[in-house]
């Protein structure tokens, strides 16, 4: 599958939804926010949200510090 993540093009073999997304990247599901062609993923769906080629994804880290 083709698609841009974080600005950058790539292939994701076996990705079908943003939680495997995120497990190809060792990315907590908790820590994060992910918008999808410009729409919010409510964290909740992050396993049923299906991944298309040629979608782009933005995966938001939370970091924490003061």
């Given amino acids: ?3 841009t993540v974080n600005g950058e093009f790539t292939h994701m073999p076996d990705i079908a ?3 495997d997304l ?6 907590q ?14 964290r909740d769906v992050f396993r049923q949200f299906t991944v ?3 979608d782009t994804i933005e995966i938001i880290r ?3 510090g003061g």
């Avoid at 995120?22 to 990315?27: P, Y």
């Avoid at 599901?29 to 410009?38: D, F, M």
């Fill in 1 to 3: 599958m083709k698609l």
């Fill in 17 to 19: 939804t943003v939680g």
């Fill in 22 to 27: 995120l497990d190809h990247f060792g990315v």
């Fill in 29 to 42: 599901h908790q820590a994060v926010a992910v918008i999808a062609n410009g729409n919010i993923v409510a």
């Fill in 52 to 54: 298309q080629t040629g």
């Fill in 62 to 64: 939370f970091v924490g």
